[in-house]
């Protein structure tokens, strides 16, 4: 093969070959007659002027008009079949323009000449489909994006040398994670992320069942039994939002039980100030209610005082419980998120929140409301059961067993809630600036 390096510019990409590599690019038809080229430093010319293509254009392999192969776009690279290195990399002539393929994908139609779809090692391609066609790569060129076993990577110290450009090499599957979380975080919320959702508390069914009998049992241990037990449930809700905004939705939402106050009294006190900005305005509304318009009419209680009494509490528990409905989850959000009490009670972080996240907080916002309501009926389902049977008045036992159904059902909620709220976060990392 002849060691005479040629140059091709190619839709303003320009192209180095060898003149057997570019007289297979002329015979294929990526190489035009009007193509710029030139050979070292000489001045370019058009293709059909030099002196060793003229045949293949003229009379060797001529080449159609409209039939030729749409030459590689900008981020693509053409490739003439010579063996690489130890056989672990495809030959490939390199476009050095400012199109050149940089970082981890590049742009452009990544499809080889010819319309052959299966990448073959040193080719560039897009990461995000490689995988199923070169799943054993070691590393990858930052620069050329080309994919080689280790053995075929040249070492200086820890740092991968690309053997095709010199560039510096990563490990594939760092790229391949990178890319799939890319690739998550710009698709929508939809049927993937509920169907984690749901499935997502029963990947670690001994934490849940534990995690439910403790619950149970400090239930019956009085208020400070109560405030440790719900301590355990809004930590593991932080948790779960925390790990699945950053991307981890591996089933691990157990507080680390390594500090007091962080695995339990300040979640307690996050949980708190979720209940006071979700059902504090209801509560503050009844109480007027109650002790305002009650106290004008103690002492005349006529049937018209009464119902105007009981249709003011009606309108006021209505408008508490909508809002409490309609702020419960992005209260759980900010909670999980931030780990600040006053952002927890501050509605305007919440709303700002939902202006940034839009459509995604939306959709799992609706979800969430369906969680709440299965949640609630199975729950009112079950306690009647308990209350039917005469369980729930067995000494002991019965508080037990009721406390244990309410945490089975509170605890599945609250992490399925608390998996699509971390995860409307992660979607819309780009809208609130997270990394």
Request: charged share 10%; proline share 5%.
């Amino acid at each position: 093969m002849s060691s005479d390096v040629w140059q091709v510019m190619i839709n303003e990409q320009v192209y180095e070959a060898d003149v057997d590599t570019l007289k297979s690019w002329v015979a294929d038809g990526y190489v035009q007659p009007t193509d710029k080229i030139r050979k070292g430093n000489l001045s370019w010319t058009e293709a059909r002027n030099v002196p060793i293509l003229r045949n293949l254009f003229q009379g060797g392999a001529p080449v159609q008009a409209g039939q030729a192969q749409a030459a590689p776009s900008a981020g693509q690279q053409m490739y003439g079949g010579q063996a690489g290195v130890s056989g672990q990399y495809a030959a490939q002539p390199q476009a050095y323009s400012s199109g050149t393929p940089q970082g981890y994908g590049g742009s452009g139609t990544h499809q080889a000449p010819g319309g052959y779809n299966a990448p073959t090692y040193g080719q560039y391609v897009d990461p995000s489909t490689a995988a199923q066609h070169l799943p054993h790569a070691d590393y990858m060129c930052r620069d050329c994006s080309g994919l080689f076993m280790k053995d075929a990577v040249k070492f200086v110290g820890s740092v991968g040398i690309c053997p095709s450009c010199g560039g510096m090499c990563v490990k594939y599957a760092e790229v391949k994670q990178q890319t799939s979380r890319v690739m998550a975080q710009n698709s929508d919320f939809g049927g993937d992320d509920m169907a984690g959702a749901f499935t997502f508390p029963l990947k670690d069914p001994i934490a849940l069942t534990a995690a439910c009998i403790l619950y149970g049992f400090l239930g019956m241990g009085g208020f400070i039994g109560w405030v440790v037990a719900n301590g355990i449930l809004f930590g593991a809700i932080s948790r779960v939002i925390r790990r699945v905004s950053d991307g981890h939705t591996d089933g691990q939402w157990m507080p680390e039980m390594s500090s007091f106050w962080d695995d339990f009294v300040h979640p307690a006190l996050l949980g708190l100030g979720v209940s006071i900005i979700s059902f504090g305005p209801m509560l503050v509304g009844i109480t007027i209610v109650l002790g305002g318009i009650g106290s004008v009419f103690m002492g005349k209680a006529t049937p018209g005082n009464i119902f105007a009494t009981a249709g003011a509490l009606a309108v006021v528990v209505l408008i508490g419980l909508l809002w409490a409905v309609f702020y419960y989850p992005m209260a759980l959000l900010v909670a999980g998120f931030t780990q600040n009490f006053g952002a927890v009670l501050n509605p305007l972080v919440g709303f700002d929140t939902m202006k940034r996240m839009g459509r995604n907080y939306f959709m799992a916002f609706g979800v969430c409301l369906v969680v709440l309501l299965v949640g609630g009926v199975i729950q009112f389902i079950l306690n009647s059961v308990l209350n039917a049977t005469g369980l729930v008045f067995v000494p002991l036992f019965g508080k037990l067993a009721s406390n244990i159904v309410e945490a089975v059902i509170s605890f599945y909620t609250n992490l399925v809630i608390a998996y699509l709220l971390g995860r409307a976060l992660f979607k819309s990392a780009a809208n609130l600036g997270i990394e």
